[in-house]
């Protein structure tokens, strides 16, 4: 699957796949005349075609089928607090391959790593390049959103407009799979950092709503506990069904 602009996609049965992602199919991939490929918007419009001929520039590509993909529903919106290292690129990878609609940046209290100024716009910019790159991997027709970060007071804004808003905690009763989750609107889960979730933080988004919840007897780093508890929501929902 390549990314391909809207207008092209539905101006033509024939469409030229050209610039980065062009270049990248044709000398990179080495896809040849012949073959058959996905190209979307990235916003659920999607085309089926079949390769006529290749260059360094790019491919060109005969429509065979058009398909309008849905979004989907319930949207499930994952809270990540950002964890050190590349270990943010891992969680937004495996969460988009699930199939999570939109990764919110936490800057939460026990966060060891801060975004600001230029390196927190080139950290940013990773996530989004890595969620761009894991929708096309799981051929996905909508790309996951990846917000800009927030700090407590806005996730719990957030947290109040949400259909479900949920808080992994490792010290919560209930389970994550015994949660009622609504049929339509965000599913918002939240992951805390490695130090856990403070106490006033869980005091704001259980005042905007949100309830708490475990996801089974272990304790999962942050960086694959938004994977799990998303595989879990979306294995309860039509989605998966």
Request: proline share 6%; aromatic share 2%.
């Amino acid at each position: 699957m390549f990314l391909a602009d809207a207008s092209a996609l539905r101006g033509s049965d024939v469409v030229v796949l050209d610039g980065d992602e062009g270049r990248h199919a044709a000398v990179v991939r080495r896809i040849a005349p012949g073959e058959t490929v996905e190209l979307t918007d990235g916003a659920g419009q999607l085309a089926r075609c079949v390769v006529v001929a290749a260059s360094k520039q790019g491919l060109t590509c005969e429509v065979t089928e058009r398909v309008d993909v849905p979004e989907p529903r319930p949207r499930v919106v994952v809270a990540q607090a950002i964890p050190k290292g590349d270990r943010g690129e891992t969680a937004v990878e495996t969460m988009t391959e699930v199939g999570v609609d939109e990764i919110v940046p936490w800057a939460a209290q026990r966060c060891m790593v801060r975004w600001t100024g230029e390196r927190g716009d080139k950290a940013l910019r990773r996530w989004r390049s890595t969620a761009r790159e894991a929708a096309k991997q799981s051929r996905r027709a909508w790309l996951p959103v990846v917000a800009d970060p927030v700090p407590t007071t806005a996730l719990a804004a957030r947290a109040a407009e949400a259909a479900r808003t949920v808080v992994l905690h490792e010290e919560a009763t209930a389970p994550l799979a015994a949660v009622e989750l609504p049929d339509d609107g965000d599913i918002l889960l939240v992951v805390g950092p490695e130090g856990g979730v403070a106490p006033d933080e869980l005091d704001q988004l259980a005042a905007a709503g949100a309830v708490v919840a475990r996801l089974g007897p272990t304790v999962l780093r942050t960086s694959t506990a938004g994977t799990v508890a998303a595989g879990v929501v979306l294995a309860r929902t039509a989605r998966w069904a």
